[in-house]
């Protein structure tokens, strides 16, 4: 929590340098908003992170205008919070009004539209609706490969995701299927001693033990 605290400190002295000079309505104070957001995100104060980046957004709509990129990071921003508080609804809004506007300002083969569809796809599996989970991962999946290609982390990430989705419907072999590519691509990638491979480890040894138990 030190490392927090001393953050917070930090950001908030930023804000009363830059509301004193620079005058309430200026983007820098949109940017340390979304600052203290991110710490408060992180500390799991959902309530203050949801006021930061509320004022974020207000900021940035009367600064930059409803069509820049940064709103639609914003509004993905609270759509992670939502998530994290169990509100899917709030949250698939969100990230709803994020996709719409990444279409709108980067184009459908941005791969921050890949992200936005598999924070979706997060959602739904979530709620245990599996069917738009999958539909949403697969178009993940199809944006991904096609524009940072089969051997990106981001891949190997959405090959777990989908192994975790099959997983929870218990479907052990397409689980297991998932799992082994996603850390194949981690062992190319990455050291042997990295969290995501170890984790990668441990999940493809468990899928596998329950498939061969069956």
Not at 117 to 142: C, F, P, Q, R, W
Not at 161 to 185: D, H, V, W
Request: charged share 20%; aromatic share 12%.
């Amino acid at each position: 929590m030190g490392e927090y605290s001393k953050a917070l400190d930090y950001y908030e002295k930023t804000l009363e340098l830059e509301l004193k000079t620079l005058g309430p309505n200026h983007p820098n104070v949109a940017t340390t908003f979304c600052s203290l957001g991110l710490v408060y995100d992180a500390m799991g104060d959902y309530s203050k992170a949801l006021d930061y980046y509320e004022k974020t957004l207000e900021l940035e709509l009367k600064t930059v205008g409803p069509n820049h990129p940064d709103v639609a990071t914003t509004f993905c921003s609270l759509g992670r919070v939502y998530t994290d508080m169990g509100d899917y609804s709030k949250a698939l809004d969100y990230y709803e009004k994020t996709l719409e506007l990444n279409l709108k300002t980067l184009g459908p083969n941005h791969p921050s539209v890949a992200t936005t569809y598999n924070n979706i796809g997060g959602v739904y599996n979530a709620m245990g609706d599996y069917s738009k989970a999958l539909d949403y991962y697969e178009k993940t999946l199809e944006l991904e490969l096609k524009t940072v290609g089969p051997n990106h982390p981001s891949v190997a990430a959405t090959y777990n995701n989908m192994g975790f989705l099959f997983k929870n419907q218990k479907r052990y072999r397409e689980a297991k299927k998932y799992f082994e590519m996603s850390l194949a691509i981690n062992q190319k990638a990455l050291p042997s001693t990295h969290p995501h491979v170890l984790s990668g480890q441990q999940q493809l040894s468990e899928v596998t033990s329950i498939y061969e138990s069956l």
